[in-house]
């Protein structure tokens, strides 16, 4: 899963993905660099209690990689031609909006306004979505050929789609038909991917303005308040120090784990697992996939060869202690391709190619 950070300059963007990501990245020391990447790995008490059991050759956590663009302080836009081509690629967006002074760098918006720097970027998203649709729209009333039915429908879902935009709303807030959902991702519309909202503040008791609070509440946002600062301090105490430290911040979740969770929920995404002597490893998938599919996550001939699913809860696997017991206590069962897999499932696919 990749997910791109966005924000206007001096947002604090940069310092929120190396809080993130547990990198140390500083933007002016590294301005040849265009874009910045680094990988979460998720913390899964499951496949800690795994490994212990198996205590496999190698240990695999679900991984999340964020993208951020190192925007230069003199561009005016968040969004270069660039880092649409990137964000089209990403999964889902995270918006970083400014919530702290700071007298040597000023905010893109000349005073602080966490709300309208919101109000730009995604007036900014909007708006390429638009000429998207637009030119593809232009396209087809032009085309010489008589238009396919797959053509006029697509004709339609663009202009439904292109009314939604114009009336400032995000395309990931309104019920999808499949056809709908697939023409979406094929213009990797920017409107259409899942976002949570950072507020970078000084200190996670930062109260919101009732601006800011309503256009957060009257669009159904998922936000976060994220003192960036406070953390990349906290990381550099040892686990003790920095948990007593964060109490006393009010720090009750660190960034990481809220973000992560946030986006595993907004996304409808879980987990199953594969174990053995020689991995044990976490695999993300959404919710409702099939477990045909769930074996092409692996690799694509399990998908394609795909007889049985050999399943087990992580539950009832914790229970009983070990794969011998779980078949005594009847807790092992074989499922078909279309089974539902869920969350905390231990599979073993049978396939044949």
Request: contains cysteine; hydrophobic residues 35%.
């Amino acid at each position: 899963m990749k997910i791109g950070v966005m924000g206007l300059s001096h947002s604090g963007k940069t310092t929120v993905f190396n809080v993130l990501t547990g990198l140390n990245i500083n933007p002016t020391e590294h301005m040849k660099e265009k874009y910045f990447l680094g990988s979460v790995f998720v913390n899964d008490k499951r496949i800690d209690f795994l490994s212990k059991h198996y205590n496999p050759k190698k240990t695999t956590y679900p991984e999340i990689q964020f993208i951020d663009y190192n925007i230069r302080s003199q561009e005016s836009k968040c969004l270069s031609p660039e880092y649409v081509a990137k964000l089209r690629e990403c999964d889902a967006i995270l918006k970083v909006i400014r919530a702290f002074e700071n007298d040597i760098y000023p905010p893109a918006t000349g005073a602080l306004s966490p709300d309208k720097e919101l109000e730009e970027m995604d007036d900014e998203i909007i708006l390429n979505d638009i000429l998207t649709i637009e030119k593809r729209l232009e396209k087809l009333n032009k085309a010489k050929h008589k238009l396919s039915n797959a053509e006029k429908n697509e004709f339609t879902i663009l202009e439904k789609f292109l009314s939604i935009l114009n009336n400032g709303e995000f395309l990931y807030k309104h019920e999808m038909t499949p056809p709908m959902i697939i023409i979406a991702k094929n213009y990797g519309l920017l409107t259409f991917k899942y976002e949570i909202v950072i507020i970078s503040s000084d200190s996670v008791d930062y109260k919101m303005s009732s601006e800011l609070k309503n256009k957060l509440e009257s669009t159904k946002r998922d936000y976060a308040i994220i003192s960036a600062l406070e953390e990349l301090e906290l990381s550099e105490l040892d686990e003790e120090s920095k948990l007593e430290f964060a109490s006393e911040m009010h720090i009750n979740e660190f960034a990481k784990e809220k973000v992560v969770k946030q986006f595993y929920y907004g996304l409808n995404l879980i987990t199953f697992l594969t174990t053995g002597e020689d991995e044990v490893k976490g695999w993300t998938i959404k919710k409702g996939t099939i477990a045909q599919k769930a074996a092409g996550k692996i690799h694509s001939d399990i998908e394609r060869g795909f007889i049985k699913a050999q399943v087990v809860s992580f539950e009832d696997f914790e229970s009983a202690g070990s794969m011998k017991e779980c078949s005594k206590q009847h807790f092992m069962r074989l499922e078909g391709k279309e089974y539902i897999v869920k969350d905390g499932d231990l599979i073993e696919f049978k396939f044949n190619v």
